[in-house]
Every structure is written in structure tokens, then in C-alpha cells.
């Protein structure tokens, strides 16, 4: 559809440029213009005009890191530690999933990330191809990576994803990765190198997400899981990783070297006590940073507000500096950074020829108001509530509350407590 935006202020999330009035043209999947309205231009034909009524359009938000289907688990496992979540709750039930069940699980999580402002994800979960076929249905822009171990998933499996998913859908992508060092043995993280140097492609994975695992690597390859792992070649072409928490000097300092992104999940941690990442300290050491929510069993809501404030908060926290971690720095995290971890640098900013990938914020709610600095509002006080509209690839799927997806709210809902009552 072409769509014209007016009257509505806008945050480009352009490096320099500050909040302003004016219009966005969206031209089927892409942007045409962004910039001061054109009053003394005839306006061209748009199937429709929005009045956004001096709202704020922006990038939508890119959840560098999550778990869709693991809806399913959201509060079945809570308050317990990592080691116990995983192996006594998460994985047991995850024996019994099916394709399907992934896939219709998948939907629900999409929802979610529509009323929060999430216009694509970095995901990462057990059945690549169901997975793909609901976020294509739902209109949501995925990234998948892969999750290989040593119980579930294979480099083969891997290869075959990476080469099928890649451009078979404008919406959908596939990188190489592994659940993390501690569930894959040396022999299959040289395998997973080895792809890595074939396509010359970025690799991601959890990583230093707890103590524990780094202890654990310590004893078993005498280096932290970052050191091992870039030993095995396997960052050679980028990547990343996800959670960062416990990582050493040495490590940030290769993590700059390699380019290498630190994808954060601060509520996630929190809930699991998993630690409190050093953010300011990639940020002093240039290493980029992205944000995500991690899955819907362990966080257990995929909220980019209460993530935003948290990163923040937390930094703040463990520096014991309230000026740690900027508010404008965290909205990088959770647009630009993220999209450019994700490989999808047609999505970072709003700017003519970029992907029509934004929201529109409602500020007219009392959370939003004065308006004294507007993008800082989102960060600290901004909400779920404020999102007016989510748009992806120039189509409008969840506007004033109301989903435009395919599949009736009602109907996913119904489906996922059928799955969990039939597993648990």
C-alpha cells in the first residue's frame, strides 16, 4: 500500500538529528520521503492518509535476541536458577514439541511483539521451518539463527536452513549459531567454524550468560568461552553474542577487535540472577550493543520498554553513576544497533529507500506529558500503552489496539492453552 504520514513529529534515529514536524511517505515496502510536509505540493494519490496528530513516528524496535515459541513456558518455570530452569523445566517439555506446536506458539509470541513496537526479531528456536511459515503469515520480519548442540539441531541441519530460508521470503532470514559452548562439544564447535569460514558469515551464540559457564569453560579448555571459541575461528567473519554478562577485560577488548555485537537481555537476566552485564564498559570500549527481551519463559513478557529502562537502570546501578548509559544510547540499542546486529541495515533508520519498518508512539497520555524531552520519555517512562500503530514492510499489522494480522487473536490464544494442557 502507499501510505502517507502527516502532521506527526519525527525521531529518524540518524546519527545528529534531532526530533522534528513533518510528513513519511511509504511507497509499497519502502520509505519515499521523510521530511517537512509539503504544503504548496500537490500531494500524489496514497490508498490512504494518516493524521498522526503531532504523535511521534519512529524505527520500530529490533528484540536482538528471543525465543518465540517458548510462549508456551511463560510463568510454568519460574523462580528457579538457570541450571535447574533449563535442564529440571525447559528442556523436558521441549522433548514433546512438534513443528506445529512451535508454529502456533510462534503466532502468539508475534502479538506481543506488535503491541510493543517490535517490528523484527533475532530468533532463535527448535523448528526453523514452521518457524518461518508463521512469522510469514503473521507479516512479522524475522532473523533466524541457528540453535545447534549436541542433543537437538546439527551443522548439517544448520546448512540446509541457512541455504533454504536465506531469500526465500522478503520478511525472513537465517545466520549460523549454536545454543552455547557449554551444550556443544569441541568437535561440533569446529564444525560450526568451518561453516563459518565456507560462507564467510557472522556466528551467534549465548554466551558468558552466567558464572557458572564460565568457570565450567575455564576447567574444561583453561580460557573464558569467548577466548575458546574465537581460538576454534569461529568469529572470524563477526557475529556475536547474546547475554555478555561475565565477561572479562581481555574479552571485551577481542570483542572490539573481532567487531563483534554484545546483544544485552537485562530483564531475563534479572529474573534469573544470571548478573548484571557491563554495558558501560563495552560502550567506553566501542564494542556495539543491542537489546533484546530473551524468551517469554524466562523474562517472561517481550517488552522493549521495560528493557530499555532496565539496561539503563541497571548500568546505573552497578557503576553506582546515575549519568551511566544514556537514554539516547539506549534507543540506539534498540533500533539501529539492533537491526545492524541482525544484518538488516535497511531497517535502522527512518530515511528515503529504507524499509517502512516504524511505530507510531501516542503521546497523549499522561506518561508522555510535558513534553520535555520527548526521546528520553520513551526510555524512561514510555510504556506499551503508548503504541499507536506498528507497521512492517509497509503494512500496518496492529493499529489503536486492534491486530490487522491474519489469524484472530482469539483463536491463538485458544490454540496455545490447548498445547500446554496437552505437554504438561
Given at each position: 500500500m502507499?501510505?502517507r504520514?502527516y502532521?506527526a513529529?519525527?525521531?529518524?534515529?540518524?546519527?545528529g538529528?534531532?526530533?522534528?514536524?513533518g510528513?513519511?511517505?511509504?511507497r509499497?515496502?519502502r520509505?519515499?520521503?521523510?521530511?517537512?510536509?509539503?504544503?504548496?505540493?500537490a500531494?500524489?494519490?496514497?490508498?490512504e492518509?494518516?493524521?498522526?496528530g503531532?504523535?511521534?513516528l519512529?524505527?520500530?524496535?529490533?528484540?536482538?535476541h528471543?525465543?518465540?515459541?517458548?510462549t508456551l513456558?511463560r510463568?510454568?518455570?519460574d523462580?528457579?536458577?538457570?541450571?535447574?530452569?533449563?535442564?529440571?523445566q525447559v528442556?523436558?517439555?521441549?522433548a514433546?514439541m512438534?513443528?506445529e506446536?512451535?508454529y502456533e506458539?510462534?503466532k502468539l509470541a508475534?502479538l506481543e511483539?506488535l503491541?510493543?513496537?517490535i517490528t523484527a526479531v533475532?530468533?532463535m528456536?527448535?523448528?526453523?521451518?514452521?518457524?518461518?511459515?508463521?512469522f510469514?503469515?503473521m507479516?512479522?520480519r524475522?532473523?533466524?539463527?541457528?540453535?545447534?548442540n549436541?542433543?537437538?539441531?546439527?551443522?548439517?541441519?544448520?546448512?540446509?536452513w541457512?541455504l533454504?530460508?536465506?531469500g526465500?521470503?522478503?520478511?525472513?532470514?537465517?545466520?549460523?549459531?549454536f545454543h552455547?559452548e557449554?551444550?556443544?562439544?569441541?568437535?561440533l564447535?569446529t564444525?560450526?567454524?568451518?561453516?563459518?569460514?565456507?560462507y564467510?558469515a557472522?556466528?551467534f551464540?549465548?554466551l558468558a550468560?552466567?558464572?557458572a559457564e564460565?568457570?565450567?569453560?575455564?576447567?574444561?579448555?583453561k580460557?573464558?568461552?569467548?577466548?575458546?571459541?574465537?581460538?576454534?575461528?569461529?568469529?572470524d567473519?563477526?557475529?556475536?553474542?547474546?547475554h555478555?554478562v561475565h565477561?572479562t577485560?581481555?574479552?571485551i577488548?577481542?570483542?572490539?577487535?573481532?567487531?563483534l555485537?554484545?546483544?544485552?537481555?537485562?530483564g531475563s537476566n534479572?529474573?534469573?540472577?544470571?548478573?548484571?552485564?557491563?554495558i558501560?564498559?563495552?560502550l567506553?570500549a566501542g564494542?556495539?550493543?543491542a537489546l533484546g527481551?530473551d524468551?517469554?519463559?524466562?523474562?517472561?513478557?517481550l517488552?522493549?520498554?521495560r528493557?530499555?529502562?532496565?539496561?539503563?537502570?541497571?548500568?546505573k546501578?552497578?557503576?553506582?553513576?546515575?549519568?551511566?548509559?544514556?537514554a539516547m544510547e539506549?534507543?540506539?540499542?534498540a533500533?539501529v544497533n539492533?537491526?545492524?546486529?541482525?544484518?538488516?541495515?535497511?531497517?535502522?533508520?527512518l530515511?528515503r529507500?529504507?524499509?517502512?519498518?516504524m511505530?507510531?508512539?501516542?503521546?497523549?497520555?499522561?506518561n508522555?506529558?510535558?513534553?520535555?524531552?520527548i526521546?528520553?520519555?520513551?526510555v524512561?517512562?514510555g510504556?506499551k500503552?503508548n503504541?499507536?500503530?506498528?507497521?512492517?514492510?509497509?503494512?500496518?499489522?496492529?493499529?489503536?489496539?486492534?491486530?490487522?494480522?491474519k489469524?484472530?487473536?482469539g483463536?491463538?490464544?485458544?490454540?496455545?492453552?490447548?498445547i500446554?494442557n496437552?505437554?504438561?
Amino acid at each position: 500500500m502507499n501510505i502517507r504520514f502527516y502532521n506527526a513529529r519525527i525521531l529518524t534515529m540518524e546519527e545528529g538529528k534531532d526530533i522534528f514536524q513533518g510528513e513519511v511517505r511509504i511507497r509499497d515496502e519502502r520509505i519515499e520521503y521523510v521530511g517537512e510536509e509539503k504544503r504548496d505540493e500537490a500531494v500524489p494519490s496514497f490508498d490512504e492518509e494518516i493524521d498522526c496528530g503531532g504523535n511521534l513516528l519512529m524505527p520500530g524496535f529490533k528484540d536482538a535476541h528471543t525465543h518465540s515459541g517458548m510462549t508456551l513456558l511463560r510463568s510454568y518455570a519460574d523462580d528457579l536458577p538457570l541450571d535447574k530452569w533449563l535442564n529440571q523445566q525447559v528442556f523436558p517439555i521441549e522433548a514433546k514439541m512438534t513443528g506445529e506446536d512451535v508454529y502456533e506458539l510462534t503466532k502468539l509470541a508475534v502479538l506481543e511483539y506488535l503491541t510493543s513496537g517490535i517490528t523484527a526479531v533475532f530468533e532463535m528456536y527448535l523448528t526453523p521451518d514452521t518457524i518461518a511459515k508463521a512469522f510469514d503469515e503473521m507479516g512479522m520480519r524475522a532473523v533466524q539463527v541457528g540453535g545447534v548442540n549436541d542433543f537437538s539441531q546439527s551443522p548439517e541441519m544448520m546448512e540446509e536452513w541457512y541455504l533454504k530460508l536465506n531469500g526465500k521470503s522478503p520478511l525472513q532470514s537465517y545466520h549460523l549459531g549454536f545454543h552455547a559452548e557449554y551444550t556443544c562439544s569441541r568437535d561440533l564447535l569446529t564444525w560450526i567454524a568451518e561453516l563459518a569460514h565456507k560462507y564467510k558469515a557472522p556466528v551467534f551464540t549465548h554466551l558468558a550468560e552466567t558464572r557458572a559457564e564460565v568457570e565450567g569453560c575455564k576447567e574444561r579448555y583453561k580460557m573464558t568461552p569467548l577466548a575458546f571459541l574465537d581460538s576454534l575461528g569461529i568469529f572470524d567473519y563477526g557475529g556475536g553474542g547474546y547475554h555478555c554478562v561475565h565477561m572479562t577485560d581481555e574479552d571485551i577488548a577481542l570483542m572490539k577487535s573481532r567487531g563483534l555485537y554484545a546483544v544485552t537481555n537485562p530483564g531475563s537476566n534479572t529474573k534469573l540472577a544470571s548478573g548484571i552485564a557491563p554495558i558501560s564498559d563495552y560502550l567506553k570500549a566501542g564494542v556495539p550493543v543491542a537489546l533484546g527481551t530473551d524468551g517469554p519463559a524466562s523474562n517472561n513478557c517481550l517488552d522493549m520498554f521495560r528493557e530499555m529502562f532496565l539496561v539503563t537502570g541497571l548500568a546505573k546501578l552497578r557503576q553506582e553513576d546515575a549519568s551511566a548509559v544514556d537514554a539516547m544510547e539506549v534507543l540506539k540499542m534498540a533500533t539501529v544497533n539492533g537491526a545492524r546486529a541482525m544484518g538488516l541495515p535497511d531497517a535502522d533508520v527512518l530515511a528515503r529507500g529504507k524499509l517502512a519498518d516504524m511505530i507510531l508512539i501516542d503521546l497523549n497520555q499522561p506518561n508522555m506529558q510535558p513534553l520535555n524531552h520527548i526521546a528520553k520519555n520513551l526510555v524512561y517512562s514510555g510504556s506499551k500503552q503508548n503504541v499507536k500503530m506498528t507497521m512492517i514492510h509497509g503494512r500496518i499489522l496492529y493499529r489503536d489496539g486492534e491486530f490487522l494480522t491474519k489469524d484472530r487473536p482469539g483463536d491463538i490464544y485458544r490454540k496455545a492453552n490447548e498445547i500446554i494442557n496437552r505437554l504438561k
